[in-house]
């Protein structure tokens, strides 16, 4: 039952290639102009080895001399990620916005502790599927022909701003695909953000009791006003983590225990200008798999709400397949994005088989030590 309804989900997400319709592949490109676009990308390294994690988890002054803020330039790419957005503006990660796998990983845990188990898991969640596996590089905005030439549809290899691969609903500030734009800086719902602060937060900061109101809002004005919400892993997994995220990585020199709450005009800082505020420590002690995963159960219990889909406004619809949090979502997450990553890959020639094969062990050892099995539908 649950393989077909995967299987019908999956043709949808392939059929659907025209509706990202600026996502399409070189596909309609003629001969010329798809070497001409070759011909910048002689190197084709391929997938590489996961970064090690860094040694000193120590808070430390990350807004330095080294990492000067500077605002996007012209070509330059953003997308719906504050954190990746900020460490692109100062140069954690190249300020393009087209970057490897491995300079998100190693900048997320210099710039903002982020635990290497959490690092890889999500930056491989996404590469699979948003990613270009023979140039091993992915935006983390738009679609763009800087990742190199694309591999033939039904990949889309279209950046983080895809919609449906890895960005879903239901966002903290960026609307919903189905009802605006999904990766830019949306003031009623940083307003909506605001309010809830200042009605169930700390001395109108933002803490965790606050953000899961507004992250149950957001899933509330979803359902109410989107027929296509859709609220299943992956996306179900990092709507709860991206809630804790500001509070775990967003405080200057937060303890490991989140102590510290947001104020508005920092938060206001990441999520808009792609700024560390003045002066600004990471937190002290890295957050990772298991940080985020005893943060997310205090977001999700005073609202729990089930992972599903909407059935036309109003109707939502819970998945029973679908361990959510109550279980091990993170393995169900790993086999949901391979059996994706198969779909837009049916047929993979060998240099490219080998890069996917890699990429997905990469995303399967950010598992950590997880109780499923490794699965290779592209090989060894
Ligand atoms: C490790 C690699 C990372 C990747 C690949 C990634 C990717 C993404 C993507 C695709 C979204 C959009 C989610 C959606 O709308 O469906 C997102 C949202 C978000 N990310 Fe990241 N992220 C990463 C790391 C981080 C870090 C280190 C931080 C904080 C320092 C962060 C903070 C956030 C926040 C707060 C949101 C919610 C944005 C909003 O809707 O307002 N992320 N991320
Ligand atoms: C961390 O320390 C280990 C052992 O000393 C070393 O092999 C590794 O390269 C270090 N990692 C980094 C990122 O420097
Ligand atoms: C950053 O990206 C630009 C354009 O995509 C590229 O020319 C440059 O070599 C990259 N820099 C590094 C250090 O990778
Ligand atoms: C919802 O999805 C269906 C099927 O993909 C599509 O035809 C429809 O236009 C979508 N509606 C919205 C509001 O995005
Ligand atoms: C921001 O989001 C709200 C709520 O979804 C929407 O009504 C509004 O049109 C969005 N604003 C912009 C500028 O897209
Ligand atoms: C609450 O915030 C106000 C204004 O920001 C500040 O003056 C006051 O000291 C704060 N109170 C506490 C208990 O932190
Ligand atoms: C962070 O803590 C360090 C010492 O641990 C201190 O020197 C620095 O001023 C603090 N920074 C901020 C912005 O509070
Ligand atoms: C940072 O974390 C370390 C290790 O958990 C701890 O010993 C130290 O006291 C912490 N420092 C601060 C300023 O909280
Ligand atoms: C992935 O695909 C396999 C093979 O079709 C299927 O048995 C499995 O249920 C799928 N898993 C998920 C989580 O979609």
């Not at 605002?71 to 460490?87: E, F, K, S």
């Not at 109410?224 to 500001?246: C, G, Q, S």
């Not at 985020?292 to 889909?309: A, H, R, T, Y």
């Amino acid at each position: 039952m649950f393989s077909s309804l995967l299987a019908a989900s999956l043709l949808s997400v392939v059929l659907s290639a025209s509706a990202f319709p600026e996502y399409r592949s070189l596909a309609g490109l003629s001969a010329a102009e798809v070497r001409a676009v070759a011909r910048t990308f002689q190197a084709t390294p391929g997938a590489q080895p996961v970064p090690p994690p860094i040694n000193d988890t120590s808070s430390k002054l990350v807004f330095d001399d080294a990492h000067p803020f500077q605002p996007d330039a012209p070509g330059d790419i953003r997308g719906p990620c504050p954190g990746l957005n900020t460490l692109a503006s100062h140069g954690y990660i190249n300020r393009s916005g087209v970057v490897t796998p491995g300079e998100i990983i190693t900048a997320v845990q210099e710039g903002f502790n982020m635990g290497w188990d959490l690092a890889t898991f999500v930056t491989y969640g996404a590469f699979v599927v948003d990613g270009n596996h023979l140039t091993n590089l992915m935006s983390i905005g738009q679609k763009t022909t800087e990742t190199g030439p694309d591999a033939p549809a039904p990949a889309i290899i279209g950046g983080l701003n895809t919609h449906g691969a890895f960005e879903g609903d239901a966002s903290t500030t960026r609307d919903d695909f189905a009802l605006g734009s999904n990766f830019l800086f949306n003031e009623t719902l940083f307003d909506q953000l605001s309010q809830a602060a200042i009605d169930f937060g700390s001395n109108g900061t933002l803490d965790i009791p606050s953000a899961a109101v507004h992250r149950h809002n957001r899933i509330l004005d979803s359902i109410a006003r989107n027929p296509n919400f859709t609220f299943v892993t992956p996306r179900y997994l990092t709507a709860y983590a991206e809630t804790t995220f500001p509070l775990a990585f967003f405080v200057t020199n937060q303890t490991s225990d989140t102590s510290l709450t947001l104020g508005l005009d920092v938060a206001r800082s990441f999520f808009q200008t792609h700024k560390f505020p003045d002066n600004f420590y990471r937190r002290n002690g890295s957050y990772g798999l298991a940080e985020v995963g005893d943060l997310v159960v205090e977001v999700f219990e005073p609202f729990p709400v089930l992972p599903g889909n909407n059935e036309g406004v109003g109707n939502y619809v819970v998945d029973p397949e679908d361990p959510g949090l109550v279980g091990d979502g993170t393995c169900y997450a790993y086999y949901r994005q391979s059996n994706l990553t198969v779909a837009l890959y049916p047929d993979p020639t060998d240099e490219l088989r080998a890069a996917i094969a890699q990429n997905l062990a990469n995303f399967y050892s950010g598992l950590g030590d997880p109780t499923c099995e490794q699965v290779f539908p592209f090989g060894q």
